[in-house]
């Protein structure tokens, strides 16, 4: 069973940092691009990250430039995204996904975890 698992979210002060993480079962990810996403309410979701497969070439949304970084342990199944200098325009519930092109659209992904809250305000 196809399974990716988000962790990491919280409340955070702005300025702060969050890792998250997401752990994946049921495949390997080795043959996967692994995106980052995530929806507020009311907005659609949107791209954040993208990392190739074996992580060689990223690519961010400018809105995280310099902030956010995605990075992936095959190994372990695992990707991250570090998040620093969080803003309260960043809260959402933030997702991983896995798919087959190296892009930050949303429907190009084919496996979805359940998403994790961040969220950013003093």
């Known amino acids: 069973q196809v399974q990716l698992v988000e962790s990491g979210g919280g409340l955070v002060q702005p300025g702060g940092s969050l890792r998250l993480s997401c752990a994946a079962s049921g495949f390997t990810l080795d043959y996967y691009y692994m995106g980052w996403f995530r929806q507020a309410p009311g907005r659609e979701r949107e791209g954040v990250a993208v990392i190739t497969p074996m992580g060689a070439g990223k690519n961010y949304a400018d809105s995280v430039k310099g902030r956010f970084t995605i990075s992936r342990d095959n190994a372990n199944n695992t990707v991250y995204l570090q998040m620093n200098n969080l803003r309260p325009e960043d809260t959402a519930v933030y997702y991983c996904?896995?798919?087959?092109?190296?892009?930050?659209?949303?429907?190009?992904?084919?496996?979805w975890g359940q998403g994790t809250q961040v969220t950013v305000s003093s």
């Open positions: 996904a896995a798919g087959r092109t190296f892009t930050v659209v949303p429907a190009s992904y084919a496996y």
